[in-house]
Protein backbone atom coordinates (compact mmCIF):
# COMPACT_ATOMS: atom_id res chain seq x y z
CA UNK A 1 0.00 0.00 0.00
CA UNK A 2 2.89 2.69 1.33
CA UNK A 3 4.83 1.67 -2.12
CA UNK A 4 1.28 1.83 -4.58
CA UNK A 5 0.96 5.61 -3.03
CA UNK A 6 4.71 6.36 -2.98
CA UNK A 7 3.98 5.96 -7.04
CA UNK A 8 0.48 7.61 -7.34
CA UNK A 9 1.87 10.49 -5.33
CA UNK A 10 4.95 11.02 -8.01
CA UNK A 11 2.74 10.85 -11.11
CA UNK A 12 0.48 13.42 -9.30
CA UNK A 13 3.77 15.72 -9.00
CA UNK A 14 5.08 15.21 -12.84
CA UNK A 15 1.55 16.39 -13.66
CA UNK A 16 1.36 19.58 -11.60
CA UNK A 17 4.64 20.51 -13.08
CA UNK A 18 4.47 19.69 -16.83
CA UNK A 19 0.80 21.95 -16.06
CA UNK A 20 1.73 24.95 -14.31
CA UNK A 21 5.29 25.10 -15.12
CA UNK A 22 5.39 24.73 -19.32
CA UNK A 23 7.92 27.12 -19.90
CA UNK A 24 11.04 24.97 -18.04
CA UNK A 25 10.42 22.81 -21.61
CA UNK A 26 10.81 26.05 -23.64
CA UNK A 27 14.20 27.13 -23.55
CA UNK A 28 15.18 31.02 -24.70
CA UNK A 29 15.43 31.22 -28.63
CA UNK A 30 18.51 33.82 -29.20
CA UNK A 31 20.05 34.89 -32.53
CA UNK A 32 21.75 37.67 -34.53
CA UNK A 33 19.89 39.70 -36.74
CA UNK A 34 21.10 42.81 -39.64
CA UNK A 35 18.64 45.27 -40.86
CA UNK A 36 18.72 48.31 -43.04
CA UNK A 37 17.34 51.42 -41.35
CA UNK A 38 16.00 54.34 -43.62
CA UNK A 39 14.67 56.92 -41.53
CA UNK A 40 13.02 60.79 -42.16
CA UNK A 41 12.72 63.28 -40.45
CA UNK A 42 9.04 64.88 -40.65
CA UNK A 43 9.02 67.12 -37.55
CA UNK A 44 12.83 69.62 -37.17
CA UNK A 45 11.78 70.42 -33.69
CA UNK A 46 13.68 73.48 -32.11
CA UNK A 47 16.95 74.07 -32.89
CA UNK A 48 19.60 77.30 -31.94
CA UNK A 49 23.49 77.77 -31.93
CA UNK A 50 25.81 78.49 -29.00
CA UNK A 51 29.07 79.50 -30.36
CA UNK A 52 30.06 76.61 -32.82
CA UNK A 53 27.11 74.03 -31.05
CA UNK A 54 23.88 73.42 -33.29
CA UNK A 55 21.12 72.13 -30.17
CA UNK A 56 18.56 70.15 -31.27
CA UNK A 57 15.13 69.44 -29.11
CA UNK A 58 11.84 68.25 -30.01
CA UNK A 59 12.75 66.05 -33.64
CA UNK A 60 10.25 63.84 -34.37
CA UNK A 61 10.88 61.35 -37.39
CA UNK A 62 10.25 57.86 -39.25
CA UNK A 63 11.84 55.02 -40.28
CA UNK A 64 11.58 51.91 -42.86
CA UNK A 65 13.21 48.86 -41.21
CA UNK A 66 14.03 46.39 -43.58
CA UNK A 67 14.78 43.02 -42.78
CA UNK A 68 18.32 41.24 -43.98
CA UNK A 69 17.69 38.63 -41.34
CA UNK A 70 15.35 39.34 -38.81
CA UNK A 71 13.18 37.45 -37.00
CA UNK A 72 10.07 39.97 -36.91
CA UNK A 73 10.43 40.52 -40.71
CA UNK A 74 10.49 44.24 -42.07
CA UNK A 75 8.74 46.69 -40.35
CA UNK A 76 5.08 48.31 -40.64
CA UNK A 77 5.64 51.66 -39.33
CA UNK A 78 8.34 53.31 -36.55
CA UNK A 79 8.61 56.75 -34.89
CA UNK A 80 11.25 58.44 -33.24
CA UNK A 81 11.56 61.60 -31.43
CA UNK A 82 15.44 62.52 -30.55
CA UNK A 83 17.18 65.85 -28.91
CA UNK A 84 21.03 66.47 -29.51
CA UNK A 85 23.86 68.52 -30.64
CA UNK A 86 26.59 68.66 -33.42
CA UNK A 87 29.53 70.87 -33.46
CA UNK A 88 29.16 72.84 -36.69
CA UNK A 89 32.74 72.98 -37.09
CA UNK A 90 34.26 69.47 -36.42
CA UNK A 91 30.65 68.25 -37.23
CA UNK A 92 30.63 65.96 -34.31
CA UNK A 93 28.33 65.60 -31.55
CA UNK A 94 25.81 62.87 -30.00
CA UNK A 95 21.94 62.47 -30.31
CA UNK A 96 19.27 60.22 -27.92
CA UNK A 97 16.11 59.52 -28.22
CA UNK A 98 13.17 56.90 -28.09
CA UNK A 99 11.75 54.26 -31.48
CA UNK A 100 8.23 52.73 -31.34
CA UNK A 101 8.74 49.96 -34.30
CA UNK A 102 5.81 48.10 -35.32
CA UNK A 103 5.83 44.64 -36.86
CA UNK A 104 2.80 42.68 -37.96
CA UNK A 105 3.62 40.24 -34.48
CA UNK A 106 3.61 43.30 -32.72
CA UNK A 107 5.66 46.65 -31.13
CA UNK A 108 9.20 46.89 -29.94
CA UNK A 109 10.20 49.98 -27.69
CA UNK A 110 13.69 51.13 -27.13
CA UNK A 111 16.21 53.90 -26.55
CA UNK A 112 18.83 55.08 -29.06
CA UNK A 113 22.53 56.37 -28.78
CA UNK A 114 23.91 58.18 -31.62
CA UNK A 115 27.55 59.92 -32.09
CA UNK A 116 28.12 61.77 -34.80
CA UNK A 117 32.04 61.38 -36.10
CA UNK A 118 31.90 63.49 -39.05
CA UNK A 119 31.60 64.57 -42.73
CA UNK A 120 32.60 61.69 -45.18
CA UNK A 121 31.47 59.09 -47.94
CA UNK A 122 29.22 56.05 -46.89
CA UNK A 123 29.37 52.82 -48.86
CA UNK A 124 26.22 51.15 -48.48
CA UNK A 125 27.18 47.27 -48.14
CA UNK A 126 23.47 45.65 -47.39
CA UNK A 127 20.89 43.95 -50.38
CA UNK A 128 19.39 45.84 -53.34
CA UNK A 129 15.90 46.84 -51.89
CA UNK A 130 13.02 49.43 -52.90
CA UNK A 131 11.15 51.11 -50.12
CA UNK A 132 8.99 54.22 -50.09
CA UNK A 133 9.03 56.67 -47.02
CA UNK A 134 8.10 60.18 -46.58
CA UNK A 135 5.92 60.07 -49.85
CA UNK A 136 9.57 59.12 -51.55
CA UNK A 137 10.14 55.77 -53.53
CA UNK A 138 13.26 54.85 -53.81
CA UNK A 139 16.10 52.11 -54.44
CA UNK A 140 19.13 50.79 -52.63
CA UNK A 141 21.83 49.28 -54.79
CA UNK A 142 24.70 47.53 -53.04
CA UNK A 143 27.62 49.50 -53.42
CA UNK A 144 26.05 53.06 -53.59
CA UNK A 145 28.22 55.63 -52.14
CA UNK A 146 26.15 58.83 -50.29
CA UNK A 147 28.20 61.58 -48.68
CA UNK A 148 27.07 63.12 -45.49
CA UNK A 149 27.16 63.46 -41.71
CA UNK A 150 28.78 60.11 -40.81
CA UNK A 151 27.32 58.51 -37.45
CA UNK A 152 27.75 55.87 -35.44
CA UNK A 153 24.51 54.44 -32.69
CA UNK A 154 23.91 51.73 -30.64
CA UNK A 155 20.09 50.77 -29.30
CA UNK A 156 18.32 48.45 -26.97
CA UNK A 157 14.39 47.65 -27.33
CA UNK A 158 11.97 45.34 -25.84
CA UNK A 159 8.94 43.99 -27.20
CA UNK A 160 5.90 45.32 -25.63
CA UNK A 161 2.54 43.77 -25.48
CA UNK A 162 2.17 40.42 -27.74
CA UNK A 163 6.09 40.70 -28.00
CA UNK A 164 6.92 40.82 -24.10
CA UNK A 165 9.95 38.87 -23.38
CA UNK A 166 11.68 40.17 -26.90
CA UNK A 167 14.83 42.03 -26.54
CA UNK A 168 17.39 42.96 -29.01
CA UNK A 169 20.65 44.96 -28.87
CA UNK A 170 22.17 46.71 -32.02
CA UNK A 171 25.06 48.77 -33.14
CA UNK A 172 24.90 50.70 -36.64
CA UNK A 173 26.93 52.84 -38.91
CA UNK A 174 25.24 55.54 -41.21
CA UNK A 175 25.11 59.09 -42.86
CA UNK A 176 22.63 61.55 -42.90
CA UNK A 177 22.79 61.72 -47.14
CA UNK A 178 23.64 65.43 -47.94
CA UNK A 179 24.91 64.33 -51.62
CA UNK A 180 24.51 61.13 -53.74
CA UNK A 181 27.67 60.02 -55.55
CA UNK A 182 26.06 56.94 -57.09
CA UNK A 183 22.81 55.62 -56.40
CA UNK A 184 19.76 57.27 -56.38
CA UNK A 185 19.22 61.27 -55.92
CA UNK A 186 16.14 60.95 -54.10
CA UNK A 187 17.59 60.19 -50.91
CA UNK A 188 19.40 63.52 -50.31
CA UNK A 189 18.37 64.23 -46.98
CA UNK A 190 17.13 60.75 -45.35
CA UNK A 191 19.30 58.87 -43.21
CA UNK A 192 20.71 55.52 -43.93
CA UNK A 193 22.41 53.01 -41.70
CA UNK A 194 23.39 49.25 -41.52
CA UNK A 195 22.45 47.37 -37.91
CA UNK A 196 23.86 44.39 -36.73
CA UNK A 197 22.87 42.90 -33.37
CA UNK A 198 21.64 40.11 -30.92
CA UNK A 199 17.74 39.22 -30.18
CA UNK A 200 16.54 36.86 -27.32
CA UNK A 201 12.95 35.74 -26.71
CA UNK A 202 12.41 34.46 -23.15
Aim: one cysteine or more; charged letters at 10%; glycine letters at 14%.
Amino acid sequence: MVRKTFLISIQMLLMLLSTTAPAFATPPQKGLYTQVIIDHTTVPGEDFATGDVLHLRGMIGECYLYAVSFPLGNSISNSYTGRGQLNLVSLTGSMIGHSLDAYAAGTVAGLLNIKFTGGGVYVYTGPTFTFTLGGVTATLTTEDMFAGLLYEGFAVKHGTGDLAGFTMEGTATGVTIMDVIVGDPSLVGFGLSLETGRYSVF
